[in-house]
């Protein structure tokens, strides 16, 4: 006859290989020969959730002996429950008991770090965190930490605890799919995909790692592959709505956003969470490139926000200050912050005179350029401070903030604005056109050093004029090198090159472009160059927002669903006076875009150039 400790080690085998259905049947019958057995109970209850089965979960905790109730596994995962039940209070409380039985409890601990990290409380976290790691080597405990770190933007501690945890156990599914993650995120999707691929093969039917692959393959182009890893999530998981999104977006990218849309419509007719399938069909929408569908979607939702759970009324409000700023209605988006955001609050005027601007874990770079032309203007000019990832500092001194303070370390040194007087950047255009220093605010903002611009302007004197400055992306499905230059005209002047990356290598055997790149040390180097360019042809980048920002005239090519920042009105951009925007006729490659977009350019870059070859003014 089996023993109980081999009935259990089988079941653990099981549930960790993800055969929820055999681990169910195996703690079962331990239950049977020993009612009550914690580790059991959790382990059943554990595979009921794996279901989605709430209902039976729920009636297994009634199960529970005097001993469950005094064991610290049992009582965090009742803890766990009671989040899922949107009771907080009680999964604290449980949380708390479980931690005072064992201190050292992985899970425990992990639960209230996410409780203390919900209330800015990062500090503590890290003590709590690092106190067990300390005392015990735990690949659960190292993949919390890097969770928790990831999800505050915190991307180079993550993958650190995660590596250290692929020491311990190189084959945890669950390391592999967050290495793939933060890598992702970081944009080395190379690099990613193996970890991501490992993840698959131990679970195949996890939607999750399906997800992060097809978005992976889609990054980097493979279209194809991105279209099997999202058919293969929506078609077993037809009711999940992410891997519906994902699976408009890559469709999108293929020029095939209608049939999408067309697919997903009886499935969030039908959806039982009325609201999630309809804030998921107008992010699809947006997707698509339809934001004035999106915004009839969802304006509706407006007035039933007091119904809606704060990550519902969240997710409702950044759909649609996208689709207002991608429409041009940037005046409606002040009113989704609601009215502690208005003008006369005293307390917000307090807080903006004496607040660092938090640069948000989810707020892109290139965002970030865009709404750097406010800071100032909420604060103490340019000597606001501003927080976030030390990996970024050099972005808001680019624009001349020279007070930074790094937060890649909760418990460091400095006073994490977060927890006190800090106003996060994303914010910013929610807040009154006359607060914020006017609707677009104004342009140039980009300071530039004199004697770096001194020093561009004598490096390039001996060369023809216009100087044109040229950028393109380091990979395809970006616009690279040689499919830039064959969309372009002959051009009078000098070629310059502003990319100082690995993109430099594309200059390689072509004459006729001179490789200012070579020079660029730092940011400021950049921002200098492209004050003395008399024009810039580029993609969606830091050089063509730089260029924007510095107030140089340019030719901004961009994809045919672009961000909202793009938005232009008679072909110039809205937030980028000096740059006219040329879009992608659809959504596809580059290289196949171009030719049709080749005359279009032609036309503008001959309208931009006066007989003399200088722009026009």
Same mark, same amino acid.
């Given at each position: ?26 703690? #079962? ?36 002996? @005097? ?32 931690? @005072? ?68 156990? /190189? ?32 679970? /195949? ?85 339809? /934001? ?74 290139? #965002? ?8 100032? @203007? ?31 370390? /909760? ?32 342009? +140039? ?43 372009? +005209? ?128």
């Amino acid at each position: 006859m089996l023993l109980v400790d081999d009935r259990l080690k089988a079941a653990h085998d099981h549930a960790a290989a993800g055969r929820h259905d055999n681990a169910a049947l195996l703690y #079962e019958s331990i239950l049977d020969l020993s009612p009550g057995h914690p580790e059991a109970l959790c382990g059943l209850i554990e595979s009921r959730l794996a279901h989605g089965d709430m209902e039976a979960a729920q009636a297994l905790m009634a199960n529970a002996t @005097a001993s469950s109730e005094r064991d610290p596994g049992f009582l965090t995962l009742a803890a766990r429950i009671a989040l899922l039940n949107d009771d907080s209070r009680q999964a604290e409380q449980l949380t708390e008991r479980a931690l @005072a039985l064992d201190p050292l409890h992985v899970q425990a601990a992990l639960l209230k770090a996410e409780f203390l990290a919900a209330t800015g409380e990062l500090a503590e976290v890290e003590d709590l965190l690092n106190g067990i790691r300390a005392r015990k080597s735990d690949p659960d405990l190292l993949l919390g930490i890097a969770r928790l770190y990831f999800a505050h933007g915190l991307l180079g501690p993550a993958l650190v605890n995660v590596q250290e945890g692929l020491d311990l156990a /190189p084959d945890n599914a669950a390391l592999n799919a967050l290495a793939g993650r933060i890598l992702t995120a970081l944009g080395d999707h190379g690099k990613a995909a193996p970890f991501l691929e490992t993840a698959h093969l131990q679970f /195949p039917a996890n939607p999750d790692h399906l997800i992060a692959l097809a978005n992976n393959a889609a990054a980097t182009g493979q279209l194809t592959e991105a279209l099997r890893y999202a058919e293969r999530a929506r078609t077993l998981f037809p009711d999940l709505m992410p891997a519906w999104l994902c699976y408009i977006k890559v469709k999108a990218n293929r020029g095939e956003a209608t049939d999408a849309l067309r697919a997903f419509a009886p499935v969030a007719k039908s959806a039982k969470d009325r609201t999630d399938a309809i804030l998921t069909l107008g992010t699809a929408y947006a997707l698509a490139g339809e /934001p004035d569908k999106t915004l009839q979607l969802l304006e509706p939702l407006l007035a039933e926000t007091a119904q809606l759970k704060p990550p519902e009324k969240a997710r409702l409000f950044g759909v649609l200050r996208d689709a207002y700023l991608s429409t041009g209605q940037i005046d409606k988006v002040p009113d989704l912050a609601g009215p502690s955001l208005h003008p006369g609050d005293g307390d917000l005027n307090r807080t903006l005179e004496t607040a660092a601007m938090v640069i948000d874990p989810d707020l892109g770079n290139l #965002e970030f350029m865009v709404l750097a032309r406010f800071l100032g @203007a909420t604060g103490r000019g340019l000597s606001t401070p501003v927080a976030g990832s030390s990996a970024i500092s050099g972005l808001p001194r680019l624009f001349g903030y020279d007070t930074y303070l790094p937060n890649d370390a /909760p418990g460091s040194t400095e006073t994490l604005p977060e927890i006190s007087g800090g106003f996060p950047v994303s914010q910013l255009l929610g807040l009154p056109a006359q607060v914020r220093g006017g609707l677009t605010g104004k342009v +140039p903002y980009l300071p530039v050093r004199e004697d770096l611009r001194e020093r561009w302007l004598d490096a390039l004197a001996e060369f023809p004029r216009p100087w044109i400055g040229l950028a393109w992306n380091e990979t395809a499905p970006g616009l690279t090198l040689e499919p830039l230059l064959s969309a372009l +005209p002959m051009l009078p002047g000098t070629l310059v090159s502003t990319v100082w990356d690995h993109s430099r290598t594309q200059l390689s055997g072509r004459n006729g472009i001179i490789d200012a790149g070579r020079h660029i040390r730092q940011l400021e180097d950049l921002a200098a160059l492209l004050s003395v360019l008399d024009l810039v042809i580029a993609p969606d980048g830091m050089v063509l927002h730089a260029a924007g920002a510095a107030g140089t005239p340019g030719l901004a090519l961009i994809a045919h669903v672009p961000p909202w920042y793009w938005y232009a009105e008679d072909g110039r951009s809205l937030w980028y006076p000096s740059l006219e925007v040329i879009r992608a006729p659809h959504s596809g490659h580059w290289a196949m875009l171009l030719p049709d977009m080749a005359e279009q350019i032609g036309t503008s870059l001959r309208n931009r150039l006066d007989p003399t070859g200088l722009p026009e003014s």
